[in-house]
């Protein structure tokens, strides 16, 4: 069975400390994401990676930024957290075929406090 | 500004009954147009898509319309079960760009 794993399912941080949200998929697909989910906003963009290093900005990369070193695993990294990145934090994968709906399969979230 | 919009928050259905969910579009490069389903405390699974090239897909009790002119599409869930009471995500996406997503619609089947 395809997976996508999110290390931790929940975390308590206190404001100012660097948080790592560490992500593994097993399919050998090429692109990572990653999406924050918030009540009445939907499910927002923050990083995208397309390939092993490469990086790529979402709709709200501000307070984030991705490490991508190996093909299977791809974090996101909070370097000082604040209270307003309290929040699920759910990362997908999907291959990069030419054709298809290139579908993205999730991870089952990791909800994050910053207190 | 938003791309896709869906504009019901929630939507109650009696169980065997219809469920109709709704998406509307601006960006007319998006190609394919996927639905999700999320279930509290878990990610998102996949439940159908479609091709910009296609008026309809169906998929057991679960079929997707795309209406290009009117830049909507719809879900529709025949018939309701009380298991199918999740959060319902409509997604889109520009060839060589990731999906972006709606805000999404809260569906109650009552038995």
């Known amino acids: 069975d395809v997976k996508v794993t999110q290390s931790s399912r929940y975390l308590v941080k206190r404001t100012g400390e660097k948080v790592f949200l560490e992500c593994v998929q097993d399919m050998d697909h090429e692109n990572m994401f990653w999406y924050r989910q918030d009540p009445g906003l939907g499910l927002r963009l923050i990083y995208f990676s397309y390939d092993v290093k490469m990086k790529e900005k979402g709709d709200i990369p501000e307070g984030y930024s991705v490490s991508r070193e190996k093909k299977e695993r791809f974090s996101l990294i909070l370097e000082s957290a604040s209270t307003n990145q309290t929040s699920m934090y759910l990362c997908a994968s999907s291959y990069s075929g030419r054709t298809g709906a290139n579908v993205l399969t999730f991870g089952a979230g990791s909800r994050l406090t910053v207190l | 500004d938003q791309q896709v919009k869906q504009n019901s928050p929630s939507l109650s259905v009696q169980e065997g009954r219809i469920s109709i969910l709704n998406c509307d579009y601006t960006n007319s490069m998006f190609d394919y147009f996927l639905w999700y389903k999320k279930y509290p405390a878990e990610g998102p699974t996949f439940l159908i898509s479609?091709?910009?090239?296609?008026d309809k897909n169906e998929d057991g009790r679960f079929t997707v319309f795309l209406n290009k002119s009117a830049k909507h599409l719809s879900l529709h869930i025949v018939p309701s079960q009380p298991g199918d009471s999740a959060v319902y995500f409509c997604a889109a996406r520009e060839a060589g760009t990731a999906l972006i997503f709606g805000k999404g619609t809260t569906l109650s089947v009552s038995s």
């Open positions: 479609i091709s910009s090239i296609k």
